[in-house]
């Protein structure tokens, strides 16, 4: 039995205690009060640092039990980052810097891990065994999928990479969807019976996470309050001439392998699925659904596989642009590691491994990216993180640096600018948007947002009553899911990536309803089309200019429109100066609302908040946690129409409506004749850029 214990790095304190008082404690009282039952325990570095600070008892209570033989201790990757989404030299710090914290408090270096949301690639026994790893858990799925059948998965079996051996335990699915799920502990133990024989050479393995007895939805009233975590290891002693409980070192020194194992690239079955595409995910549940109904789910499910894990990053571009945020800083961090070392590297070295955390790349039943405080832990440690090593890279306190690159890996070049104040990013072939905005001493994106998309879950929501319940718990896999009062309002899609510094042209009787709506025409081409781009450096300041010939259409006309947008930055200043020009190429008048987009992380709020201003000049926006304060200045007063976007998303609880931005478009009534040019200028400045 192991069961892993995880809460993600930015997550809520009042979060963490309920987990603590409904799961962690509770879970090792009952086990504690059956000596015979051994469990392979696993808290993730973040977890386990919070228990060291907040509850050391509870750690206390484990070491004990860990003497005693009860508790064998896993390792991990400390800050519980999917191991593929990183390079092996982190991933090989990350599983060392947790070995050694637990074989302090232990006394001993624990040879098994877990793996983080179990996904596999063929390569990762190398890495692992280079960190002292022996043995891992994954499910059984991946094995099927590598066409072994059920009853060929009750031991373990070894695989290598360039000869670096490793140990694999699989996880039954059937166990992680009985316990504790299953209305009696016996059915549990029937099913253990129709698997035990005589010799009692097989071994069957629970693997899942420890939130279930206790955290998830209605289950700490059914595990503790009702007793069924009592009575199913109660029911395991009782059954003890014929159940024997393991922990993985003592099955490994008396058993064999089942042999060897090469296994493709896989995920548990639910997380494949959510790395669909949501046009694909109907498809392949009916396909699931055809073979269950059909009763050969059981024979052919190792075949019909999901997706592939590393398309979270293709699904959700903003995911993506985290994960190549990491990897820029990790390069940073190891291009300088032989010339700077100390304690310095090393509190980069944890910033980045904190940044790591999974839970922020992707999205399944658990709110995951869509959590914008999960997305602002990441940004924070990555921006912290660089910013150590760009002042150990310069002698100068004050500096600009730019780069032209593939931030983003899409084989488009990006535009990098960095100082010590702020960094600023920008896609010129997506709009010459504005991706990343930050205020590097408070560690800060200002543009932390997510693009409203379509999900495969959604179609479920105009089907669902309010608040509906049910009878018996539930996986939350399984779980009816509940909703907010007119969820179907906020399932709006958007057209284009939620970035900032988008140019529009709408028809001048466009309205903000329309707009927010997104139930407007839009008259350009230059919300997703390439810009051409310079640059220039003029003494202590830098300048790009982006400029694009594209079409406005006029009474069903296009007429040509040149827009160059000029952004300065000056070293030592937290400010941005942007100049918009517009020159009318065509023989025709044009007329039309002109203005550019801005979507603000979800915490900076501010002006009269939803709504729409005229002849503003001046919008100061705060985000109340840090305190940073934002001031957009207009030299040419305009109208400003301010709300907020929000997402549909499932979580565990159920669907729910999340901020992920708000959004600013200022804008103006332009008519100007053939030829004729419009100018105007918008200052954006970080009023307390350094204070902390």
């Not at 993600?8 to 962690?24: M, R």
């Not at 039954?172 to 050479?201: C, H, N």
């Not at 940073?332 to 590297?345: F, N, P, Q, T, V």
């Amino acid at each position: 039995m192991a069961v892993h214990n995880h809460q993600p790095v930015g997550n809520f304190e009042e979060v963490l205690e309920k987990a603590y008082q409904e799961s962690y404690l509770p879970f090792i009282e009952v086990l504690q009060s059956h000596p015979q039952i051994k469990v392979s325990l696993h808290y993730s570095g973040v977890l386990y640092d919070w228990l060291e600070k907040t509850h050391p008892d509870l750690l206390e209570r484990v070491a004990k039990m860990v003497v005693l033989g009860q508790i064998e201790p896993l390792t991990g990757a400390y800050y519980e980052p999917i191991l593929p989404f990183i390079p092996d030299s982190d991933k090989i710090g990350q599983i060392e810097s947790f070995s050694l914290r637990l074989q302090e408090r232990f006394g001993r270096r624990p040879r098994g891990m877990w793996l983080a949301e179990r996904v596999w690639e063929p390569d990762l026994p190398k890495p692992l065994a280079q960190a002292g790893i022996d043995y891992t858990f994954i499910d059984d799925i991946h094995f099927k999928a590598a066409g072994l059948r059920e009853e060929e998965l009750l031991g373990y079996y070894l695989t290598e990479e360039e000869g670096y051996l490793l140990k694999l335990f699989p996880i039954s699915r059937k166990l992680r969807y009985l316990i504790p799920f299953a209305p009696k502990v016996q059915e549990v133990i029937d099913y253990l019976r129709s698997l035990a024989t005589p010799s009692g050479e097989r071994l069957i393995v629970l693997g899942d996470d420890g939130e279930k007895f206790g955290l998830w939805p209605e289950t700490y009233e059914w595990v503790y309050q009702n007793g069924w975590l009592n009575d199913f290891f109660t029911a395991l002693e009782e059954n003890r001439d014929w159940i024997r409980m393991w922990s993985s070192e003592e099955w490994m020194r008396e058993n064999e392998s089942l042999g060897r194992v090469y296994l493709p690239t896989s995920a548990y079955q639910e997380m494949a699925e959510w790395a669909l595409p949501a046009k694909s995910i109907p498809l392949y549940e009916e396909l699931i659904t055809r073979f269950k109904n059909g009763g050969e789910l059981e024979w052919f499910e190792g075949f019909l596989r999901g997706g592939f894990h590393r398309n979270f990053l293709v699904k959700y571009p903003e995911a993506n642009l985290m994960h190549k945020r990491m990897l820029r800083v990790s390069e940073k961090i190891a291009r300088l590691s032989d010339e700077h070392g100390g304690l310095l590297m090393d509190e980069a070295k944890r910033l980045l491994y904190q940044a790591q955390c999974n839970c922020a790349y992707w999205h399944g039943i658990f709110g995951g990216l869509y959590l914008p405080h999960l997305r602002r832990a990441v940004y924070n440690r990555l921006i912290e993180a660089e910013l150590i090593t760009d002042e150990l890279s310069h002698t100068k306190a004050h500096w600009l640096d730019k780069e032209i690159a593939d931030f983003d890996r899409d084989g488009n070049p990006e535009i990098l600018i960095d100082s010590p104040v702020i960094n600023l990013y920008l896609a010129p072939h997506r709009g010459g948007s504005l991706f990343e905005l930050d205020c590097r001493k408070r560690g800060l994106n200002l543009l932390d947002v997510l693009t409203r998309r379509e999900e495969g879950y959604h179609r479920e929501i105009p089907s669902l009553k309010e608040e509906e319940t049910q009878l018996e718990t539930k996986s939350i896999h399984e779980r009816i899911k509940t909703k907010e009062e007119n969820l179907e309002e906020c399932l709006i899609f958007d057209r284009y990536h939620r970035a900032s510094l988008i140019d529009h042209f709408l028809p001048p009787q466009t309205t903000l309803r329309e707009f927010s709506q997104l139930e407007y025409e839009e008259l350009g081409d230059f919300i997703s089309e390439p810009y051409a781009h310079t640059m220039n450096r003029e003494g202590n300041s830098f300048s790009v200019v982006l400029v694009r010939t594209g079409k406005v259409k006029i009474q069903g006309v296009d007429l040509p429109l040149l827009l160059k947008k000029r952004l300065k930055l000056v070293e030592g200043e937290a400010l941005v100066e942007i100049g918009y020009e517009l020159l009318n190429l065509s023989s025709m008048p044009i007329e039309a609302l002109f203005g550019f987009e801005f979507n603000l992380s979800p915490q900076i709020r501010g002006g009269e908040g939803p709504g729409e201003s005229k002849d503003i000049d001046l919008l100061k926006m705060e985000d109340k946690e840090s305190g940073l304060r934002v001031y957009f200045r207009l030299e040419q007063p305009g109208s400003l129409w301010q709300f907020p976007i929000f997402t549909v998303s499932q979580s565990e609880k159920g669907f729910e409506r999340i901020l992920q931005a708000n959004n600013l478009f200022f804008h103006w009534h332009i008519s100007f004749r053939p030829n004729e040019l419009w100018k105007t200028n918008l200052t954006i400045e970080i009023a307390n850029a350094y204070s902390f």
